[in-house]
């Protein structure tokens, strides 16, 4: 019998793009959070004489061989744990593909835990976590954070991936609009906006504006993982706030503003994304707000992140009345992610 693995999804918590490396990659840092929405990814896999991978998937988009990131992860994994196996992985898509909640690479991770569920169940053993983690890492940037779940401090190209403490529970209301972000085009256009006078900034990131970006946030992320850090020995922050608000790791963060870089290329490109940020954010009333709100990695999905199932139900009806497909979920802490990821 297979097993299935719950393959949820992530958002971002703001991102801030750096200058882009000699490998091509773009130095970033992020806060990834786990959500409890998922795809559905079932592994059936035993040992044979050769390998053989076959894929299938509910949604005609989801490749269905090497291209597909199920099978680049498999494929490594079997290799690094010097095993032939033949392995049947079905995808149940719920997850809109190539939307920017990372569920292509949630997918991977699943497989790679369906894959070593049966191996144990063979009597094989499973891979050392630093091999996971450069095997996700080698499939895609945002692969690595779905081996550790919860919030997650994104750094390097985005595969660096350390544990946050996880944030309070909220509801979250995902936008899914019909348009389609490529990640590589946006990165591209947020190097040709560099210099040019359309950042933030009025007058244009240069590399090193980029890059204190880049340290603010990490920062604001470092503070979340560990409160005393962003404090003199007054307890005053850094920033200037005081220490009752760093007790709150969520509220540093969006004191700190938690903005993705990508909203300045991708809100312009398609300003109907914009519009849906503000449904999101809210509708005038103080009980309407959103936490937070905004694009998820180079989208086209958005997010907002509301504290009461009654805001969260008010943006769901605000985002139907505008014509946009919403789903309806909420933020996934560390434990719980990994104790209902398999089996159900
Ligand atoms: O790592 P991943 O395969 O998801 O990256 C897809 C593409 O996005 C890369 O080939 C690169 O063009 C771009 N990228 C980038 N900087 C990052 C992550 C991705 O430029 N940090």
Redesign the pocket.
């Known amino acids: 019998m297979a097993t299935t693995v719950r393959s949820f999804c992530k958002i971002n918590l703001g991102l801030a793009i750096g200058p882009a490396r000699a490998d091509?990659?773009?130095a970033?840092a992020t806060c990834y959070q786990t959500l409890a929405v998922h795809d559905r990814v079932a592994v059936e896999a035993r040992p044979a004489a050769e390998t053989r991978l076959t894929l299938t998937s509910t949604d005609a988009r989801v490749p269905l061989d090497g291209r597909n990131t199920a099978w680049k992860m498999v494929e490594r994994a079997l290799a690094a744990m010097g095993v032939r196996a033949e392995v049947a992985i079905h995808i149940e898509k719920r997850l809109p593909v190539q939307g920017g909640l990372g569920a292509g690479s949630a997918n991977a991770v699943a497989a790679l835990v369906g894959l070593e569920r049966e191996m144990v169940r063979a009597g094989l053993s499973t891979l050392p976590e630093a091999k996971q983690l450069r095997i996700a890492a080698e499939v895609?940037?945002?692969v690595p954070l779905f081996l550790v779940g919860g919030a997650v401090l994104g750094t390097g190209?985005?595969e660096q991936v350390s544990p946050l403490r996880d944030f309070p529970p909220m509801e979250c209301v995902l936008a899914l609009p019909e348009a389609g972000v490529s990640?590589?085009q946006a990165?591209r256009d947020w190097d040709a906006i560099q210099g040019t006078g359309h950042g933030t900034q009025g007058s244009g990131l240069t590399g090193a504006e980029g890059s204190d970006r880049l340290i603010t946030l990490s920062r604001a992320l470092s503070v979340a993982v560990c409160p005393e850090a962003g404090t003199n020995s007054s307890g005053v922050t850094a920033n200037g706030g005081d220490l009752a608000e760093m007790v709150n790791p969520l509220l540093a963060l969006v004191r700190t503003g938690i903005e993705n870089d990508f909203e300045q290329v991708v809100f312009r490109q398609h300003p109907f994304l914009g519009e849906i940020k503000r449904i999101l954010a809210g509708s005038g009333k103080p009980e309407d707000a959103a936490v937070c709100a905004g694009l998820s990695g180079s989208g086209s999905a958005l997010f907002g992140l509301y504290w009461s199932a009654d805001a969260a139900s008010a943006a769901e009806a605000r985002l139907t009345a505008a014509g946009i497909r919403s789903l309806r979920t909420r933020t996934l802490p560390r434990a719980e992610y990994w104790r209902t990821m398999v089996g159900g």
């Open positions: 091509g990659f773009h970033l895609g940037s945002d190209r985005g990640t590589p990165f």
